[in-house]
């Protein structure tokens, strides 16, 4: 199965909340939850809201993903498939943050579009 790559370049499918959504495993959507309310100091993730098939497919997306990602709103606004289509990708203020904290991000987005 091909990759699947969110807005941003985040691999989707090696995603804690697609895996626990796909095999329905509560006790990874319970640690996944644990682990981003603490990193994001977000205490209203719960294992309850660990729900998502990935960021571009269809089916459950967890809440940051399908109402708050800047990410996401931005590519859709302009009519892209994801920010590996934007000609202000290298300067970008609002995916950049994606790059440094997981740089495998943007060579996603870049290898995404000539699929």
């Known amino acids: 199965m091909k990759q699947l790559i969110a807005c941003c370049g985040l691999d989707c499918e090696s995603c804690d909340a697609r895996i626990a959504t796909v095999e329905n495993d509560n006790e990874l959507r319970e640690k996944t939850a644990q682990k981003w309310s603490a990193m994001n100091n977000a205490p209203e993730i719960t294992a309850a809201t660990i729900n998502c098939m990935g960021c571009r497919t269809d089916g459950a ?3 940051y993903c399908s109402d708050y990602c800047e990410i996401r709103k931005c590519v859709y606004e302009k009519g892209f498939n994801t920010c590996g289509y934007c000609k202000e990708l ?3 203020p609002i995916v950049g943050p994606i790059f440094q904290n997981t740089p495998c991000a943007k060579e996603n987005l870049l290898s995404s579009t000539t699929i």
């Open 61 to 63: 997306k967890f809440a």
């Open 90 to 92: 290298d300067n970008c």
